[in-house]
């Protein structure tokens, strides 16, 4: 996981919400706190985390590496998970396939918090299992537990997974005490971010309602995409599934409290955080597939103990002459050659699963499947505008470029904003007044517009005063400067206006590219 997650880690470009995590990580602690009372409280912590790391080195690895690092723990916690539920084999087949998964490998390459909470949800779901299998204080799962909801509020659903294990492994009345007291101190950590975020809700209003398209692309995404791997690994679920206990290894003590099986562990992870989150988004959408990644963790283990059930069902019990026994420190061990031959055959499946899923990893790693990338946008600007232009960012968001990738915009006159965005305490800043920006607007002969897709189309009329000025005295004084002059990049238009009647002096100067600015770099046309 971590040699996938280092792969083609540095794609030369970050996207939109990425280049959120460059821009607010990169600001002060009392800053950062600020901006949280009015924007992206829900990501918080994570940008607190990020601070240090992006003061050290703001570049895409070192943006990407935490969650690299987190993916591979994720992988790591996945095969302990199944060595301790059944056996070796399951669990390192489980963590290979939750490798191998190209979902897993997205977000191991994305700057945001999605990779850390799914390694808290599989770090706290195994010391779920070690705290209701013997006498193990609930503190550790507590505090993991508060910390991942901490790092993302939905992530609060997976304590409706172990529920349903603790319920299904009949615990008894003390280790249900104890979850309950650590889940609830949880709750209770996570109300004041929950309040506070309800207020942002807004954010996320562009979610559509999900219907059952949603859940058949998760579905695709945790067990592989259409075709001979996907039927394979539901298949292998579904045996998971099957009444009766997996084998356990020779190994594992036997304990005087009731251990959660495979199936129970896995099953709830994987299917009720999702499912849960998909009937609330019916009432009030907030489904999306990154919000649920910690469910992942469940498919691989499934699949794992399928094969190793069908692999034992076929094999059936080993002949004497196959077995070795050996001492060691702790008592004799027994072992057989064909264990390893069985583990080394898994191994080699999981390999040929992965090239069938190949081209989508290949796929991943370049900027095309990514919304855009505002590197390119800044390498753009760049290249057309010079020192002392004017330029309006339609809508404001579209400003996001420049603050993350603030080299391509150096000396450039950013017309609409009052007050910059880490003193205002907001994501892009605080623009003029209507009034204001008006009488900016009409005191220029020339003027570069910067626009989102929607907002040069004749159906966008925004509600914010500010932007229906820029719309109005745009498209009212002010003309296009011939085709010639208008630029795309990764869905962003960038065009220069003039006056409808200034001098030609006035776009004179804007004829030759700035020679103190390298080119923009070629890249593939979006995908």
Request: glycine share 8%; hydrophobic share 50%.
């Amino acid at each position: 996981m971590l040699a996938l997650g280092l792969w083609g880690l540095d794609r030369g470009g970050t996207w939109r919400d990425e280049a959120v995590t460059v821009q607010v990580a990169r600001r002060s602690v009392p800053q950062i706190w600020r901006l949280l009372h009015g924007v992206d409280a829900v990501h918080g912590l994570y940008y607190l985390l990020m601070h240090p790391v992006l003061a050290l080195r703001a570049d895409e690895v070192a943006l990407r590496l935490p969650s690299v690092c987190a993916a591979a723990a994720t992988a790591g916690l996945i095969a302990a998970l199944g060595v301790r539920l059944a056996r070796p084999r399951v669990g390192l087949w489980a963590g290979l396939l939750y490798a191998a998964t190209p979902l897993a490998g997205h977000y191991a390459q994305e700057g945001r918090s999605y990779a850390l909470v799914a390694a808290g949800v599989t770090g706290a779901t195994l010391l779920l299992v070690r705290a209701s299998a013997g006498r193990r204080s609930w503190w550790p799962y507590g505090a993991v537990v508060t910390l991942t909801c901490l790092l993302h509020e939905l992530a609060v659903l997976a304590l409706l997974a172990h529920a349903v294990t603790l319920a299904h492994a009949r615990a008894p009345w003390r280790v249900r005490r104890g979850w309950a007291g650590a889940a609830g101190a949880a709750v209770t950590a996570l109300i004041p971010l929950a309040l506070v975020s309800r207020a942002q809700a807004g954010q996320i209003a562009w979610l559509p309602r999900p219907g059952t398209g949603s859940a058949e692309r998760l579905l695709h995404a945790f067990l592989g995409q259409p075709g001979p791997v996907f039927w394979t690994c539901l298949a292998l679920a579904c045996v998971a599934l099957l009444p009766g206990r997996l084998p356990r290894a020779e190994a594992t003590p036997p304990g005087p409290r009731r251990v959660p099986s495979l199936a129970s562990v896995a099953l709830p992870l994987a299917a009720l955080p999702p499912l849960a989150l998909l009937a609330v988004s019916q009432v009030r959408p907030m489904y999306d597939d990154r919000y649920v990644l910690y469910a992942l963790a469940g498919a691989p283990l499934l699949v794992a103990a399928g094969a190793d059930r069908l692999l034992t069902a076929a094999t059936g019990a080993l002949p004497n002459r196959a077995r070795t026994r050996t001492r060691t420190g702790t008592g004799t061990r027994t072992r057989t050659p064909a264990r390893a031959t069985a583990a080394l055959a898994g191994t080699l499946a999981v390999a040929l699963a992965f090239t069938q899923q190949l081209p989508l990893h290949r796929r991943d790693r370049s900027l095309l499947t990514r919304p855009d990338s505002l590197a390119a946008v800044s390498a753009l600007a760049a290249r057309e505008l010079r020192p002392g232009d004017a330029l309006v960012f339609l809508p404001s968001i579209g400003r996001r470029a420049a603050l993350s990738h603030p080299e391509g915009f150096r000396g450039v006159r950013d017309i609409a904003l009052r007050v910059p965005a880490p003193a205002s305490g907001t994501l892009y800043g605080r623009e003029a007044g209507a009034r204001e920006l008006r009488r900016r607007l009409l005191a220029l002969d020339r003027l570069w517009v910067l626009a989102e897709p929607y907002a040069l189309r004749s159906p966008w009329f925004p509600r914010n005063p500010t932007e229906r000025v820029k719309l109005t005295v745009v498209s009212e004084e002010f003309v296009p400067y011939e085709p010639r002059r208008e630029f795309v990049r990764d869905g962003v238009t960038l065009r220069l206006y003039i006056r409808r009647s200034a001098p030609a002096r006035a776009v004179i100067r804007s004829e030759a590219p700035r020679p103190d600015r390298p080119p923009a770099s070629p890249r593939p046309a979006p995908w």
